[in-house]
């Protein structure tokens, strides 16, 4: 439950009076941030919130979407058809509201100098401004905080996109390093986002796009971003698929979302986003990886920038000493070779060693059930996964599984 001071006007009531809702002007919730203005949230009337909602809350139901809780927001799982949401993206083009992300702006004339120190990345390797890089957030013990993409603005403006769940642990962090580094950290919670992905996302994309912005996007390569104004885009995802996650005026969302539905651009929940980022082998935070986690146990070791050797970044003492005595798991992909759905915490074993699905799913592309898994050194095969009480056998692959619209394993 919230504790700061909510500043609010009575906007009406439902019909059962169990609920007053109201139009929020200012939040200062723990941590200090701002609630989105004009944004609808629902308060019980003994007090709390029943959850967040993007300015395209009112979409989805309209759609008919299944909301449930994710992070404390109310977000739409799915609309008619998971499978079909999953194979639009897969073939055509799907969208997603990712409004509930974060987007943290850090500015200043030292900006490179802490993000470089921020991030297990280096932005140094960014060759110019538009580019982007992959990277985690680290704690001083090498621990994953948050898994993150950040943009090169200029060299004395970087934008990141942090996950939802861990915005405000991770806003906390960001602030409590920089003030030695006298920059400025700004929460952008006026904005919102959409990702456009699929073979023919950036089609649809362009023709909704302002003008300007349309153009300027034509040659963009993919870990690029262009921007004009408050509408900023970048050529990224989460899906093994092309395509775009847009930032824009939290304003002028919903006609931009019309505008791709009317296209012919498919509504999809966050049920088909989790099966086309395992499909893609794509880490999902809080399953894959935390904060007992390190980049070396959960396949991101390539996400750690250790050269040059002089770049001082939090948690780099902490991987010089797990690599120097060894890290002692690998992360590796399964296919289920028999019947049933391979599922997190499941157990896997070689028949000597033990270790664990951290994320699994049916895979609609491939007909087969697939997951994730931590596995100790060593492990080989044959191998098998105890599902209810049963061994199933399991193949090891190395993901992804799936890249625009094609298995990258044998089936």
Known sequence: MWTGVAK??????????RYIIVLIVDMFPPGGRLAPRGSLYHLPAFGGFMGFRTPLFEEHTADGARIVDFAGWDMPIQYASQIEEHHAVRQSAGMFDVSHMGVVDISGEHATSFTRYLLANDVARLAGDGRALY????KHDGGILDDLIVYRVSPSHYRTVVNAA????????????????????????????????????????HGCLPGALADATAALKPFAATWQGDWFLGRTGYTGEDG????????????????????????AGLGARDTLR????????GQDMDEQTTP?????????????????????????AQRSRGVGARFVGLVLEGRGVLRPHQAVSDGNQEGELTSGSYSPTLGRAIGLARVPEGFGEPAAAQIRGRD??????????????????EL
């Open 135 to 138: 990277t985690c957030l680290l």
């Open 8 to 17: 609010a006007k009575p906007f009406g009531f439902e019909s059962d009076n």
């Open 166 to 205: 861990t915005q405000d642990k991770d806003v906390a962090w960001i602030r409590e390093h920089a003030a030695a580094f006298d920059v400025r950290v700004d929460w952008r919670d006026d904005l919102a986002m959409v990702a456009v992905q699929g073979p023919q996302a950036r089609e649809f994309a």
């Open 244 to 267: 775009y996650e847009i930032i824009v005026p939290a304003d002028e969302v919903v006609a931009f979302w019309q505008g791709l539905r009317e296209a012919g651009v498919t509504p």
């Open 392 to 409: 199933i056998p399991v193949r090891i692959v190395q993901p992804p599984f799936v890249r625009q619209g094609k298995a990258r394993i």
């Open 278 to 285: 395992l499909e893609a082998g794509l880490n999902l935070y």
């Open 296 to 320: 070396l146990e959960c396949g991101l070791g390539w996400t750690v920038a250790m050269e040059p050797a002089e770049r001082e970044f939090i948690g780099r003492e902490a991987l010089v």
